[in-house]
T-cell receptor
């Protein structure tokens, strides 16, 4: 199994450009999420989804859009990139269950630089 | 009340020593406390997790100690190895709900050979 696959691994954007970070999982997980990781800030939840067609905002959603048309894919869109969005982005997925979720499975991240 | 405070921010340990990372929480409704390990260039991965019905959980060289009255939990790495060098995150949630997971800020561990 590939697990959680993120593409691209690295990306450089100019301010104002748009792009989509891709995330795919092959574990049939209902729950998918996007985090950003910045030095000294830990992991901050951007958006999440509990199933196809259902998305919701996390802690830091401004400047980002998501959609979930299939169970497998959960792309993150930056509509107009800003230098403050320079970060490492992680996609994570898990089962959801009656007694709580399974552990999060993370991808290996996308390192985004906005100049 | 939603914070998880993790310390230290960084830690240097000699090979064979004990690494100790501490976390404190405020919300007494939290009932799931995982630790994630992150190697450079990789995403975090679950290392070990504990629920408050036990005071300690051990998996190999890794042990979580849990003090419900003090609202603290800690990760102990016995016989630390250079391969343990990584960033460690503690977290907490109610009901194991991943969308409500509150993360510590991480501890960068370096184990010197």
């Amino acid at each position: 199994n590939a697990g959680v696959t993120q593409t691209p691994k690295f990306q450089v954007l100019k301010t104002g450009q748009s792009m989509t970070l891709q995330c795919a999982q092959d574990m049939n997980h209902e729950y998918m999420s996007w985090y950003r990781q910045d030095p000294g800030m830990g992991l901050r939840l951007i958006h999440y989804s509990v199933g196809a067609g259902i998305t919701d905002q996390g802690e830091v959603p401004n400047g980002y859009n998501v959609s979930r048309s299939t169970t497998e894919d959960f792309p993150l869109r930056l509509l107009s990139a800003a230098p403050s969005q320079t970060s490492v982005y992680f996609c994570a997925s898990s089962w959801t269950g009656e007694h709580g979720n399974s552990p999060l499975h993370f991808g290996n991240g996308t390192r985004l630089t906005v100049t | 009340q939603q914070q998880v405070k993790q310390s230290p921010q960084s830690l240097i340990v000699q090979k064979g020593g004990i690494s100790i990372i501490n976390c404190a929480y405020e919300n007494t409704a939290f009932d799931y406390f995982p630790w994630y390990q992150q190697f450079p260039g990789k995403g975090p991965a679950l290392l070990i997790a504990i629920r408050p019905d036990v005071s300690e959980k051990k998996e190999g060289r890794f042990t979580i100690s849990f003090n419900k009255s003090a609202k603290q939990f800690s990760l102990h790495i016995m016989d630390s190895q250079p391969g343990d060098s990584a960033t460690y995150f503690c977290a907490a949630s109610k009901g194991g709900n991943n969308r409500k997971l509150i993360w510590g800020l991480g501890t960068s561990l370096a184990v010197n050979p």
